[in-house]
């Protein structure tokens, strides 16, 4: 897993997200991460026990996960940055030269800020056959205004490309449509006040758009409305029509844009659930999927992976720490574990 393809280092992505107001955000107490500030931060005690797990006699892995998955992801760029400073190494090249494997993927995801790891997910992603309707619509579906626009400013500066040429490049058809609307950015907030006169010309809208020819218009509703008011649309739909609206996505639609569409339905329905079904799916696999597992557990982390762990219970009735304990084997275990937290009873 290639840490940047272009000449960014930390200090110039520090400098974007900074110019994009995301520097100075750290996950408070009370958020429903798992994930949260270190109160007791040290940087200094932290850059010792790397430099020791590190140079000591024997890698201590257990020292660089607890210390890893123990941090804020600004904490973590503090450690990196300090780290550097104080020994004149660069911390990410001297983890990615001590582990290896998936554990060596963890820890560098873990290390990346925010905005580089989603860019370089959402590159590979679409030069992956059979991603961007999967990855590349989770990424720019399911991440914040802010923090979509420090991403795709990133993939700009890493891959001397926009994100919307690479779109056009690699996708086609109503999946592209969805992906270059989405990479906008331009879905409406809630903001708390229910249009109902706008609930009811988006479900006659729907009801009226009974095949593919009118695409443009489930594009539309499924990338500038909020999930709230979605929500409302579909219970509305299925109240006038007597079906799931994803019921109805499949009699319009086929191949990647039913697909496509009935994952932007699941992400605004129930974003929670959206990611524990994710989770399950990767868990199933005759080797669990650990790119797909650490992708949703980092990103999720410092925002709401106790509901993405509610809803995994719920649903399977078994808790998502448990599913991990049973599924994943090597190193990379004990760092996926301490970012689920806890076993949820």
Not at 126 to 149: C, F, H, M, N
Not at 308 to 327: N, P, V
């Amino acid at each position: 897993m290639s840490v940047s393809c272009g000449p960014l280092g930390t200090s110039l992505t520090q400098e974007i997200l900074s110019s994009l107001g995301l520097a100075d955000k750290t996950a408070a107490w009370g958020t429903l991460g798992t994930l949260r500030t270190f109160l007791s931060f040290s940087v200094d005690k932290d850059v010792q026990r790397l430099l020791k797990a590190i140079a000591g006699q024997g890698v201590d892995y257990g020292t660089i996960v607890d210390v890893l998955t123990n941090r804020s992801r600004e904490q973590r760029q503090l450690i990196s940055r300090a780290f550097q400073e104080r020994t004149k190494q660069d911390l990410l090249k001297s983890l990615r030269a001590a582990l290896s494997g998936n554990l060596e993927q963890i820890v560098v995801a873990l290390l990346q800020p925010a905005a580089q790891f989603d860019a370089q997910e959402l590159r590979t992603a679409l030069k992956t056959s059979g991603s961007a309707e999967d990855v590349a619509l989770e990424i720019l579906a399911t991440r914040a205004a802010p923090r979509l626009q420090a991403c795709l400013a990133v993939y700009k500066h890493d891959f001397q490309v926009e994100a919307e040429e690479d779109i056009r490049t690699e996708t086609d058809g109503v999946l592209q449509d969805l992906l270059l609307a989405l990479s906008k950015g331009g879905r409406e907030s809630y903001s708390g006040v229910i249009d109902y006169n706008l609930e009811e010309q988006d479900v006659q809208a729907l009801q009226q758009t009974g095949g593919s020819s009118a695409a443009g218009q489930w594009v539309l509703l499924f990338t500038q409305r909020s999930p709230e008011h979605l929500t409302r649309v579909f219970d509305q739909y299925r109240r006038r029509t007597g079906q799931d609206l994803e019921d109805a996505i499949r009699s319009c639609f086929r191949g990647q844009a039913q697909l496509a569409l009935i994952s932007l339905a699941s992400m605004m329905r129930n974003t929670a659930l959206y990611f524990a079904n994710k989770l399950h799916r990767a868990l199933q696999e005759t080797e669990p999927n650990v790119q797909v597992l650490l992708r949703v557990l980092i990103s999720r982390s410092e925002s709401d992976l106790l509901s993405i762990r509610a809803e995994y219970k719920k649903k399977f009735g078994k808790s998502l720490y448990s599913s991990l304990q049973d599924a994943v084997r090597g190193d990379c275990r004990s760092a996926l574990l301490a970012l689920c937290r806890a076993e949820d009873i």
